[in-house]
């Protein structure tokens, strides 16, 4: 067997905005936007972007794997909050992949995604492709109705693949459908963009694929062509010949339509159904069309994300507040009180100091007594050992715990009050004082079980820098026995 | 062997500020108002002092840096004067070094001084502020009922108490302390309250409401210390004495060791034992005739009465319904109205609490004073429950 893809994963944010909440406070301006008011679209909580999703998205995947650690890291969007300093760095470090992996950032196209996972097929080496979109769309707008935040998560490889990879094709062409020269997309005429873009440049690329690779059309089972576009995935499979059943769903009317993360998000959801033998015909367009082509193999039952696709889908809270997604999005002004002003500066240096802490929630395990502490510091904190420089470094990420103490500030300042924050004590030992995030009023108490998340924990407007930290959220499982 | 420090050191003189929004006094307004009254009370020139503590907790806001502010507001006569920032523990601090100073025989009278400008930030509760740079990229950022209100979910996770037994007891604590200081002429806050209205008012930080925090004022509180023997000489009878002086600072084991469960204050039960050492003090709850300790939330007196053994384990709640820490109680807590009314101007609350004692001591106290008490206790704490700094001082008669 050849090489392809050895597993997958997604992430989508909890929030869904109703979107007859976006229709009801716009449609005064603009009517046509009643008939889009239909369903809902995930939306960021104001602790998530880019990295947040993707490395969810990531974990999600790498759960799948017992300690798989790829070798190249491509990161594609086209929403990074840093224009330089490199994404995909943090994303690395905050999945404490080990340091010599080759990371990327891809951006700038809604095929970053696609070209990416097409480079690594193609390529000589394995990795991971993790991609993730949280675009702002102006108030009001078909976009700000129609597209959704999520990201997914992709490994490639040899071996015991899950879908073998046939082949690829790829076509530049400055087809301008949309683009984005400064804060918000700016895009062209919806047919101009069916007739001349989707029904001429993708059958060009996937015909010439698909005869490179002697598949018929009429065997493809699962066919992703991401788009806004209700009826364009249909009208192309048509003028090419695939069934109408073997159209992905865009998910439009659960999460929206997630720029760059899309392609995956959909091969992820294409995956978790997909049975041994069917062709997935992976598509992603803008100034151009990438396609890839995979047949599922019987490795596929063998392997299972943590949450999946279906699982990201199924832990949704509904959002009514449409004045809140504004916020989240820094799409108005908001008043947030003098607490608000505080200056937020990072210092660098001392940042670069406490990055094992802060990106990839390293602890420590005191060689000397076995005690775990985070953070770790010069003298283990067991007040029986106080050894000296005894602590190795012990990861905090991936465990669980319970809620010790909180409480629900509502005197500091927070972008959504109230903060939630308590003392969180760790499985198999250690304990911090840490941010709770997404906590529903009353879904908290002492003894409440807790995961860790890498989130945003301050944005510091003055400079357009963003502090990231790991955070606590409520599981909603059974303490463990005993 | 050290003796410890009882009976070694006299209040020469204390002298308290009116605390409040004192929206027309600076600083330096604040220090002059308390060291009259304390020269005055002591009975002394100001060029009879030789050396000067001082201590302001959030100085970035208002008096600015280092002991010069104090030297050049009192116009002190270029003495020693030395700068102390312990959080609100900076008032206990500063008497600290002023009586450890006589107690060494490196000068004969002291001054200690707290001042704490807090009513120019322009909004309400303690200023928002950085906690360094190695905290602020870890920390949540809470602000003082956030992490006190981690105290009662802790103490209610481990004593299993009920939500509204445990808001119950709060709100009498904070009832107490409001019929307390509107007693007192120099208190912040001198309005009673009922238990409803404090049950019933809006959240700050969950289960903190309004009326279980402290009042957020402007104010100073100084002393002159000196030994018994010059205290004597001077004409003084009835001599208060220190006698106890004990410092608790966390080493991180709250935070971050898995032997506090956040349901009480580890220093204040180290400071306690301590103090009661050094005091000699064997049967706290009997020997203590009243305390005033570090009320800056409802939750935090609380659960203070069980860590000073004032209350057993798990009991306070109990003995906080039953009154026993009324002004009629057996053990009197917060006579003057405490942090909660007397008002908490952070780097003058340990004097405060050292000048309420020492008046009541000396029968002085007015309204509110209290019969025959004999031996006082200050309970000063700076920081968050994981992460302080505790002192206790007693005081009592020769």
């Known amino acids: 067997m050849g090489r392809g893809i050895t597993g997958f994963g997604a992430y989508i944010p909890r929030g869904r905005l109703q979107r007859f ?17 239909r369903g809902e679209r995930s939306m960021c909580n104001w602790d998530e972007d880019v990295i947040t ?20 890291l491509y990161f594609a969007s086209t929403t990074f909050p840093f224009l330089d300093r490199q994404n995909s760095v943090v994303l690395l470090e905050a999945l404490n992949l080990p340091r010599q992996t080759l990371a990327v950032d891809v951006g700038a196209s809604q095929r970053a995604g696609t070209s990416s996972l097409l480079a690594l097929l193609q390529g000589a080496g394995d990795g991971m492709v993790v991609a993730s979109e949280h675009r702002r769309a102006k108030a009001g707008s078909r976009g700000e109705m129609l597209w959704g935040d999520a990201a997914a998560a992709v490994t490639t490889g040899g071996g015991a693949v899950i879908a073998e990879f046939l082949g690829g094709r790829s076509l530049a062409a400055d087809f301008v459908d949309h683009y984005r020269g400064g804060e918000f997309d700016y895009d062209w005429e919806e047919r101009w963009i069916r007739d001349e873009g989707y029904l001429k440049i993708i059958p060009e690329v996937v015909a010439g694929l698909l005869a490179n690779c002697k598949v018929g059309a009429a065997d493809i089972a699962h066919f992703i062509l991401p788009t806004e576009q209700a009826r364009a995935p249909g009208a192309v499979a048509k003028k090419l010949g695939i069934a ?15 720029g760059a993360a899309q392609p995956l998000l959909l091969l992820a959801a294409a995956l978790e159904s997909a049975k041994p033998g069917e062709l997935i015909l992976l598509t992603g367009f803008g100034q151009g069309c990438d396609a890839l082509l995979f047949r599922v193999t019987g490795a596929i039952g063998g392997f299972r994300p943590a949450r999946g696709v279906s699982g990201a889908l199924a832990v949704r809270r509904e959002e009514r507040n449409y004045a809140k997604f504004l916020a989240f999005n820094d799409l108005v002004e908001r008043d947030t009180g003098k607490r608000g002003e505080t200056d937020r500066q990072t210092y660098l240096s001392g940042y670069n100091r406490r990055r094992d802490l802060v990106n990839s929630f390293l602890g420590g395990k005191c060689r000397e007594c076995g005690t775990v502490q985070i953070p770790r510091e010069k003298y283990c904190v067991n007040p029986d050992c106080h050894a000296l420089d005894s602590q190795d470094p012990h990861p905090f990420a991936d465990k669980r715990g319970e809620v010790l103490t909180w409480t629900a500030d509502r005197l500091t300042f927070d972008p959504s009050p109230p903060a939630y924050f308590g003392m969180v004590r760790f499985d198999g030992g250690g304990k911090l004082m ?17 995961s860790v998340h890498f989130r945003v924990r301050q944005y510091d407007p003055q400079r357009g820098f963003r502090k990231y930290f790991w955070k606590a959220k409520i599981l909603r499982e059974p303490a463990p026995a005993g | 062997m050290a003796q410890g420090i009882k009976d070694k050191v006299a209040i020469l003189g204390m002298g308290c500020s009116k605390f409040g929004e004192r929206w027309d006094a600076s600083p330096a307004d604040l220090m002059v108002e308390a060291f009259e009254e304390c020269l005055a009370d002591a009975g002394i020139e100001r060029e009879a002092i030789e050396a000067a503590w001082f201590g302001a907790g959030i100085d970035a806001f208002h008096v600015g840096a280092s002991a010069m502010p104090m030297a050049i507001a009192l116009r002190l006569n270029y003495i020693p004067v030395t700068k102390v920032e312990n959080m609100c523990a900076t008032g206990t601090e500063a008497f600290r070094g002023a009586v450890y100073a006589v107690a060494s025989g490196a000068c004969d009278i002291a001054l200690a001084l707290g001042v704490e400008k807090l009513k120019d930030t322009g909004y309400g509760g303690l200023p928002q502020r950085s906690r360094g740079v190695e905290n602020d990229m870890y920390w949540p950022n809470l602000s003082a009922p956030g992490a006190f209100a981690q105290l009662a979910t802790g103490y209610r996770a481990r004593h299993r108490v009920n939500k509204q037994d445990l808001k119950r007891a709060m709100a009498h604590v904070s009832v107490k302390s409001h019929a307390n200081g509107a007693k007192n002429p120099k208190a912040h806050l001198r309005r009673e309250i009922t238990e409803q209205q404090a049950m019933e008012a809006p959240f700050i930080a969950e289960p903190i409401g309004l009326y279980d925090c402290c009042g957020v004022s402007d104010g100073s509180a100084c002393a002159i210390v000196t030994t018994p023997e010059i205290a004597r000489s001077l004409g003084k009878d009835h001599l208060v004495a220190v006698k106890a002086l004990q410092l608790a600072v966390s080493n991180g084991t709250e935070s971050s060791h898995e032997s506090w469960d956040g349901s009480y204050l580890k220093t204040t039960r180290i400071a306690a034992r301590r103090a009661y050492d050094e005091a000699g003090v064997r049967r706290p709850a009997e020997e203590i005739s009243m305390t005033e300790v570090h009320d800056c939330f409802s939750i935090t007196e609380l659960v203070t009465m069980e860590d000073l053994q004032l209350a057993g384990e798990g009991e306070a709640v109990t003995a906080v319904l039953d009154g026993e820490f009324d002004a009629e109680g057996k053990l009197p807590c917060q006579i003057d109205g405490g942090l909660k009314c007397f008002g908490h101007p952070i780097g003058a609350s340990g004097l405060r609490m050292i000048y309420e004692n020492y008046l009541q001591l000396q029968g002085r106290a007015g309204a509110r004073q209290l019969t025959n008490p004999k031996l006082g206790l200050n309970h000063n704490l700076g920081g968050f429950p994981h992460q302080n700094i505790c002192s206790i001082s007693m005081i009592g008669h020769m």
Request: include cysteine; glycine fraction near 18%; charged fraction near 20%.
């Open chain 1, 434 to 450: 840490m941010d709770f995030t997404e906590v529903d009023e009353g879904g908290i108490e002492s003894g409440s079980r807790v």
């Open chain 1, 21 to 37: 909440e976006i229709a009801g406070a716009n449609a005064w301006f603009d009517a046509s936007l009643k008939g889009l008011g």
């Open chain 1, 53 to 72: 999703m993707g490395v969810e998205a990531a974990g999600d995947c790498l759960a799948g794997f017992d300690g798989h650690a790829p070798p190249a």
């Open chain 1, 244 to 258: 109408p059943g073997a159209i992905v769903d865009n998910q439009a009317a659960t999460v929206g339509v997630a």
